[in-house]
């Protein structure tokens, strides 16, 4: 026998016993996430109840409401992980955390410091905060028995399932040509915001104004949309194209040293949403792509995101021109007197900084449906006009006249009379308004098996690059719609597809069509 033959006869009856030994670690992952589901309708079904009758939790005060509300979600964040063995950069974990951070924030933070927890706020309803608590269960234990609708898979033995180190990507002519597309979209924005600015225009805003008089120059049109839309939308997506086409450790540094000066620009315009969502989902994206980001460098991301988060909503009260390091410091430490977190350590500041938008849901569910009847899905079919391309252009030309007023602006005046501007809103406070309990209990369900099923699409094998960019588009979107409306989704859907799978294949088709160049060689006379 020969020593290959020894090799493989030793090695087959490891390779059985450690076949046995997961197969029986997946029959005990999905007898326990059968008994989980079991265990989670009744308790959906339950704050569904409660929801509907615009019920509070039947705890005899905010402090008890408030700590049981954090618990239930970090224990339903906690069980989808593990039932699932996802990591921290999974789609579903940065979708929960996002939700969480929104929800959740106000919450411990006056779990800390009481009644002052609300200070910043222009409107406290008691009777709505203690409304919405059940609201956020309901949310998360939706998305529970979502993910827990999905079978679990059998984990490879080699490690985890997410570990892509040594695919070989395939080098076609399509993914060549998506590559193409998303360095020129990144070129394209530079150039456009560089001389849109040269010529007194976007980052001049705010370089002489900060963070309010560029968005004051979003409002009126000083900025033209096309501009907003390459720095708010195209600039991040080309960096999320990049990073499902670098399919070695060079591609994946270019992606790093590209997204710095993104992240440079969204900073000096203010914006915390964009910057965030895009080094998140990049960092998902890269280690999907074989980039060894294991669980302390996804703490060390996760501390990152921390820190930025405050300091940025901090640095929106200086102009560019007056940063410096000091202010910058002054902002990483909550010195800036302007902001509502002046004087706050990094944590109260920091929750603080989250806890906003939790304003949207207090007032929808205390106006829902006593002052405002269910929209029944009216703004979910008014955000879907963001996917018709050009129509600022083609509606005026079919002289067709399309209101829409997004949920923001609706709860404008119950929270803040008087102002142009206010929070933005929340995906769950929108769903809520759409369709009462039903709406969250439907939403929430399809994102917690969609996420799920997406994630392990994208890990079960080495993903098609254009899959996998368009995920990271899509998955993108949904965390910026977690605090703000619908358009978000449908925007990527749309936009996202024709940019990942239409384009390349217009720009293959046509390489293809080209005759083949024929080289002529000179033959010398003899």
């Known amino acids: 026998m020969s020593m290959a033959a020894e090799s493989g006869a030793r090695l087959t009856p490891r390779l059985e016993a450690g076949t046995a030994v997961a197969r029986r670690h997946w029959v005990n992952r999905e007898y326990l996430r059968l008994t989980l589901a079991l265990l989670a309708t009744p308790v959906t079904l339950g704050l569904a109840w409660l929801v509907v009758r615009h019920g509070t939790l039947p705890l005899g005060n905010v402090r008890s409401a408030a700590l049981t509300t954090v618990m239930f979600c970090l224990l339903t964040i906690g069980l989808v992980l593990y039932v699932h063995r996802l990591p921290l950069l999974s789609f579903p974990s940065l979708f929960l955390a996002v939700t969480f951070l929104f929800t959740c924030s106000p919450l411990i933070l006056y779990l800390f410091e009481g009644g002052d927890a609300f200070l910043s706020w222009e409107v406290v309803d008691t009777q709505g905060i203690l409304r919405g608590m059940p609201v956020v269960m309901l949310a998360f234990s939706s998305f529970l028995l979502g993910a827990l609708l999905l079978p679990t898979q059998i984990l490879a033995l080699a490690g985890a399932a997410g570990s892509t180190a040594g695919r070989a990507a395939d080098i076609t002519p399509r ?13 394209v924005s530079a150039l456009l915001i560089a001389a849109s600015s040269l010529a007194g225009g976007t980052l001049s805003f705010a370089v002489e104004g900060g963070y309010a008089a560029y968005h004051d120059a979003k409002r009126s049109g000083a900025i033209p949309q096309v501009v907003g839309v390459f720095v708010a939308h195209l600039l991040p997506w080309s960096l999320l194209i990049l990073t499902a086409t670098s399919a070695d450790r060079r591609s994946r540094r270019q992606v790093v040293l590209l997204a710095v000066p993104f992240i440079v620009v969204m900073l000096g315009v203010g914006d915390r949403g964009g910057p965030i969502a895009t080094m998140s989902v990049v960092a998902s994206g890269l280690y999907l792509m074989g980039a060894r980001i294991g669980l302390w460098r996804s703490l060390a991301i996760v501390a990152l995101i921390a820190f930025l988060i405050p300091t940025i909503l901090n640095l929106r009260q200086v102009p560019i021109s007056e940063v410096s390091v000091s202010t910058f410091a002054n902002a990483a430490t909550n010195q800036v007197q302007a902001a509502n977190t002046f004087g706050d350590d990094p944590v109260s500041g920091f929750l603080s900084s989250m806890s906003s938008v939790y304003q ?12 405002e009847g269910y929209h029944l899905g009216r703004d979910y079919l008014a955000s879907l006009t963001v996917a018709v391309p050009f129509r600022s252009i083609i509606f005026p030309f079919l002289g067709a006249e399309i209101e829409r007023l997004p949920p923001s602006q609706w709860i404008l005046p119950l929270l803040h009379p008087g102002k142009n501007a206010g929070l933005g809103y929340l995906q769950l406070a929108e769903a809520y308004l759409q369709f009462g309990a039903l709406g969250v209990v439907g939403l929430y369900l399809i994102f917690g098996w969609g996420l799920t099923r997406l994630w392990r699409s994208m890990t079960s094998k080495a993903p098609d690059p254009r899959a996998l960019a368009f995920a990271l588009i899509v998955v993108m979107e949904m965390l910026l719609w977690v605090r703000n409306s619908s358009s978000f989704g449908v925007r990527a859907v749309a936009w996202g597809w024709i940019i990942v799978y239409v384009i390349p294949a217009l720009l293959t088709r046509k390489r293809s069509a080209e005759p083949p160049r024929v080289e002529t060689v000179a033959v010398p006379h003899r």
């Open 175 to 187: 993914l060549r040509a998506l590559r193409t597309v998303g360095f020129a979209m990144y070129a």
């Open 360 to 371: 949207t849901l207090m007032g929808t569910v205390v106006a829902v449906p006593d002052t």
